[in-house]
């Protein structure tokens, strides 16, 4: 199975909006980071998307992919699922409906944000999804078992996902001990972190995610959902302990 950082940015991307700082205005590509997604390819050369932020159409072009079998939702954030309108060209290409995995809340929150998707009676031109529920527990689709594990975002608990030895967790702040059973033993974990320093409600912070890199002992540890507050990639990237990095947009994992 392949995994591609679709974006590796947090909910204002890199460079941010009328931001001077050298991260904002670095030539390097890799400091230039659009919202967090990742898009997940199995052995049966299926296309699992986790995440539908602002920034799809753009992803799906600058990679190249022309299509979508499902999508896995971490979380109703708008950086998360605003860009689920853009998935209409992938839906009149195909004439099906993409099917949507997520918790209950989350399913809630996509209906009442894009009614005309679910309206009796569609207007021309309208996106079509298929929702399904899910809970803290294994499902399996596109032959492929797909592990939740669930975060706590600020007040509110967020899926990550766990694909056979990697997990991909984005937007967490907290990860209760009983959560983290399913952590352990990976040949790649991938976590949010938001900023080097300066304790954030909702999301890790660099010292957060070593200690957690310390204690779960994966093979790697890939960060996402990155600001420009973490500081240049070529930079950090370096000062990381051996078996951390960064991730960046483009980068691809094969597991």
Known sequence: MKLKFLGTGTSQGVPVIGCTCEVCTSGNPKDSRLRSSVMITTDEDKKILIDCGPDFRQQMLTNQEDRIDIALLTHEHNDHVIGLDDMRPLIFKTGKDIPLYCSSRVANEVKNRFPYAFADEKYPGAPAFELHEIENKPFTVLDTEITPVEVIHFKIPVFGYKFKKLAYITDAGFISETEKEKLKNLDVLILNCIRKSDPHPAHFILP????????????????????????????????????????????????
């Open 208 to 255: 957060d995610v070593i200690k957690l890199f310390e204690e779960l002992k994966p093979e790697k540890l890939f960060l996402t959902h990155i600001s420009h507050h973490l500081g240049l990639h070529d930079v950090e990237d370096k000062q990381l302990p051996s078996g951390m990095h960064l991730a960046y947009d483009g980068l691809e994992i094969i597991f």
